[in-house]
């Protein structure tokens, strides 16, 4: 069993910062790739960012200059750092996470955070 918890969501002026965190835990083998998505009212989910085992990084264009995306192994926990926010930024805020386990498939299954709302308002 994975469990995995969000935090860091809130209500920020435009120009603001927040960072997002998502704490996984249990039977964890190892993480294969990581990423964080985002979902506006009446929009489609959309990847913001990216990390692959090796630690190679990905970023939206939007957010690329903006948006940092980092780990720390021993602690098992994935997190956004968000600087320089706008309204366009508001979203629900959700982790995945593509955990292998004890006992499950070698390359991993896709593990999903509850989501972080994220306001940027004045």
């Known amino acids: 069993q994975v469990q995995v918890v969000e935090s860091g969501g809130g209500l920020v002026q435009p120009g603001g910062s927040l960072r997002l965190s998502c704490a996984a835990s249990?039977?964890?083998?190892?993480?294969?790739?990581m990423g964080w998505y985002r979902q506006a009212p009446g929009k489609q989910r959309e990847l913001v960012a990216s990390?692959?085992?090796?630690?190679?990084?990905t970023y939206a264009d939007s957010v690329k200059g903006r948006f940092t995306i980092s780990t720390d192994n021993a602690k098992n926990t994935l997190y956004l750092q968000m600087n320089t926010l706008k309204p366009e930024d508001t979203a629900v805020y959700y982790c995945?996470?593509?955990?292998?386990?004890?006992?499950?498939?070698?390359?991993?299954?896709?593990?999903w955070g509850q989501g972080t709302q994220v306001t940027v308002s004045s």
């Open positions: 990390i692959t085992r090796g630690g190679i990084t």
């Open positions: 995945k996470l593509t955990l292998t386990t004890y006992g499950g498939r070698f390359s991993g299954d896709d593990y």
């Open positions: 249990g039977s964890i083998f190892r993480f294969n790739a």
